[in-house]
């Protein structure tokens, strides 16, 4: 049962154009969302959240898109950089309890931004 | 300066052996988690210790034992390895509280494979 959903397994871009990273979700009572970009042999490493009382959440070319209506969200990177080319994950967390503190992780994005 | 990590970096064993996986947090933060990313590139989610009590634990085998001798440290031990136990796992960590939206830090990951 999978809960977050990644439906595009890679997405390529030209540097200087816009980057869209989708994701989608099932379980209604995620009340936060993160991005992860993952590159090869390290960990993932946090780049942006969004919580569930806003639609929208920007930080320098990052900007995550929420549409709490369509259990979506979406990740735009303007502009894309060669530097970008990472896979990118998706995680939602619901309220604490015994959901303290876990993430449910997407499968995951390859972004390849060609120079 | 690294903040999350973990050893060892590799790990090739035979079935039926036992082997731990240490991690080390140099954040100050009270939480740590032992996540797995399988074949298939999911993240999930294995267990939690937040300031050394287990928050959760989601169905793991037995086998694995998580050992958190103090807030900054969170070591995984596994009994018996078995082929389907081979896969990337990632230590993380991230501050107290409420942890709806609080970033995970990750570690580098440590890819074990049992042969």
């Known amino acids: 049962d999978q809960q977050v959903k990644q439906n595009s397994p890679s997405l390529s871009v030209q540097e200087g154009r816009i980057s869209i990273l989708n994701c989608d979700y099932t379980?209604?009572?995620?009340?936060?969302f993160l991005w992860y970009k993952k590159y090869p042999a390290e960990g993932p490493t946090f780049l942006i959240s969004?919580?569930?009382?806003?639609d929208k959440n920007e930080d320098g070319r990052f900007t995550v898109f929420l549409n709490k209506s369509a259990k979506h969200l979406s990740l735009h990177i303007v502009p894309s950089q060669p530097g970008d080319s990472a896979v990118y994950f998706c995680?939602?967390?619901?309220?604490?309890?015994?959901?303290?503190?876990?993430?449910?992780f997407g499968q995951g994005t390859i972004l390849t931004v060609h120079p | 300066d690294t903040a999350v990590s973990q050893t060892p970096k590799y790990l090739v064993t035979q079935m039926g052996n036992d082997k731990s996986i240490k991690c080390e947090q140099n954040?100050?933060?009270?939480?740590m988690y032992w996540y797995k990313q399988d074949s298939k590139k999911f993240l999930k989610i294995m267990f939690s210790?937040?300031?050394?009590?287990?928050?959760i634990n989601e169905t793991v085998p037995n086998r694995f034992s998580p050992k958190s001798p103090d807030k900054a440290h969170l070591n995984l031990h596994i009994n018996s390895l078995e082929l389907g136990d081979s896969a990337v796992y990632f230590c993380?960590?991230?501050?107290?509280?409420?942890?709806?939206?609080?970033?995970?830090?990750f570690g580098p990951g440590t890819r074990l494979t049992v042969t």
């Open positions: 993380a960590s991230s501050r107290k509280g409420q942890s709806n939206g609080v970033p995970q830090y």
């Open positions: 379980n209604s009572m995620f009340d936060y």
């Open positions: 995680a939602a967390s619901a309220p604490g309890g015994t959901s303290y503190g876990k993430l449910t």
């Open positions: 210790y937040n300031n050394k009590e287990l928050i």
């Open positions: 969004i919580s569930s009382i806003k």
């Open positions: 954040l100050g933060h009270d939480t």
